[in-house]
């Protein structure tokens, strides 16, 4: 459908086309007219099909410019979905002047006063402690808020928040609109949704499965001990431009960074246990490809919408079924494709039967790839980055190159070359910490708090090869473009 006969003014019309969406997608098309008619609205659809616009834009619209208010407020899972809502809503209400800002915690909340008092704000997105503390503070006033968003609902009224919300909905005037979004809405849930709620519309955008569309999903059955081995292989032969992968703690999360460091992948971790200031920087370097691999806990599972992302790899396969669906869901965003790789354990199976009941949808079994076939990947690699190489100007080393040829073969320098390109992965030896295997539950829908046992990493021996030698060059997507003497849930406040 056209954004054009939705009832959306000249201004939002322009952020669209700005925006380089052509088309409404199913939930935007459902949805905004009914938001924009001041309704209550429970949305569902799958992952990145367009629901921060979906709310966001009838908020843009129905703002009064002329009140010095807190109008609308977004209340986000973490973060970093926080800032990323802002920032879309900023952009698609520029040229209306919308005030949008943002709160979170482990930021400095004195700057956070100042600039609330300065300028108060027609739409606020935050996170539930930050906001809440504002509220207890009385640094923000929702009394005249007429617009309540919970993004990400069903998390948002699962245990570890409903505390936080029941609180802050305590601040809201009377007269609001709530809108309820999420990819998924178990029903016990959406009945907690429906108590804060007038009369809602349920707007469930049919889609034969709930993972999106355009994931092909994938499952390798294999033992704790052989994981690593394998991810890097699979990583290897499919290239990922930029890949994500989950662990299911955040000592876990360190552990897989290291190791893909050491194996010379250009990767790093999110979690909640590091600072702001470094979960900002990373997510930054991923956003921009300077980064090929994120490590994350479920702290990036929810909404991050990160163009580029071609593979998930489920590390450790989630505990909670919901949770799936949106770590899988930060690909094969906005029309776009995707793979995803979920490994399972032999005592995990019950967890991926519970996962493939919710999302309709089998996983297909992929086979681990061999050593050859994974140097084959490396290789193939290499070889196209020497394509690139051989484009720029190489005169200058042109001395050098007959001086080697002088003293070896052209096939030996060359085959020098790719080994140098490539890598041999089983020559650094990585042990990952084995993790407590999830406990059998008939439904297999663990909530969060599991944490595993705590244990050391294991050798780190890359010190004294070529690898030691790489450093990180920004700029660049793949990790093999990187060349060579330059190459290369705590989701609470
Ligand atoms: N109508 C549209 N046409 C094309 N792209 C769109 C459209 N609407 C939104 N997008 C883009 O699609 C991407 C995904 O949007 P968004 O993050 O809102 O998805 P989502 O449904 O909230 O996903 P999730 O469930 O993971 O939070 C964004 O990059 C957004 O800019
Ligand atoms: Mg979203």
């Known amino acids: ?85 802002q920032e879309e809503l900023f952009r698609l209400g520029r040229d209306e002047h919308a005030r949008v800002q943002v709160v979170y915690g482990g930021a400095d909340i004195g700057r956070q006063i100042r600039s609330l008092k300065h300028h108060v704000p027609a739409i606020l997105v935050g996170t539930p402690g930050r906001l809440l503390d504002h509220l207890k503070r009385g640094t923000i006033d929702l009394s005249k808020t007429k617009t309540v968003v919970l993004d990400e609902a069903d998390e948002m009224l699962d245990m570890g928040f409903i505390q936080d919300i029941e609180s802050i909905l305590k601040y809201v005037g009377e007269r609001k609109q709530t809108l309820l979004f999420s990819a998924t809405m178990p029903k016990p849930i959406l009945q907690i949704g429906e108590k804060f709620m007038h009369d809602p519309e349920v707007v469930k955008i049919k889609a034969k499965e709930l993972t999106a569309d355009l994931i092909d999903q994938y499952f390798v059955r294999a033992k704790e001990s052989e ?35 050491a194996r010379g992948y250009n990767a790093a971790g999110i979690h909640g246990d590091l600072s702001q200031a470094r979960r900002m920087s990373v997510l930054k370097q991923f956003r921009a490809g300077k980064l090929e691999i994120l490590v994350a806990t479920d702290v990036a599972a929810r909404g991050l919408d990160i163009s580029g992302v071609t593979h998930v790899y489920n590390y450790d396969i989630p505990q909670d079924p919901d949770s799936y669906v949106h770590r899988i869901g930060r690909t094969g965003r906005a029309g776009q494709n995707g793979i995803s790789v979920t490994f399972v354990t032999p005592n995990e199976i019950s967890y991926m039967q519970t996962i493939e009941q919710l999302t309709k949808k089998k996983m ?78 008939g439904d297999g829908r663990h909530r969060r708090g599991h944490h595993g046992r705590s244990g050391n990493y294991g050798q780190r021996r890359n010190n004294n090869n070529y690898r030691g030698r790489r450093h990180t060059d920004g700029g660049h997507r793949n990790r093999r473009n990187y060349g060579h003497d330059f190459v290369i849930k705590n989701k609470k406040d």
């Open 227 to 261: 994981k690593f081995d394998i991810m890097c292989r699979l990583i290897d032969v499919q290239g990922p431009d930029l890949a994500l992968v989950f662990g299911r703690t955040k000592r876990r999360v360190d552990e897989l960074t290291r190791g893909l460091q």
């Open 364 to 441: 297909s079994p992929l086979r681990p790839p061999t050593d050859d076939q994974a140097l084959h990947g490396q290789l193939k690699q290499a070889k196209s980055e020497i394509e690139d190489l051989m484009n720029g100007d190489l005169s200058k080393y042109e001395d050098d190159a007959n001086e080697l040829l002088e003293n070896y073969s052209a096939l030996d320098l060359v085959a020098a070359f790719l080994k140098n390109l490539s890598k041999d992965s089983t020559d650094v030896k990585v042990k990952i910490t084995p993790e407590k295997p999830l406990p059998y539950k």
């Open 1 to 85: 459908m056209k954004f054009l006969e939705l009832g959306l003014n000249e201004d939002l019309l322009k952020a669209i086309k700005r925006s380089g969406f052509e088309e409404a997608t199913p939930i935007q098309a459902e949805t905004i007219p009914l938001a924009l008619a001041g309704k209550d609205v429970i949305g569902q659809a799958q992952t990145g099909t367009g629901k921060t616009a979906a709310f966001g834009l009838p908020i843009l619209q129905n703002l009064d410019k002329h009140e010095k208010t807190i109008q609308a407020v977004i209340i986000e899972p973490t973060r970093e979905l926080a800032i990323q809502t």
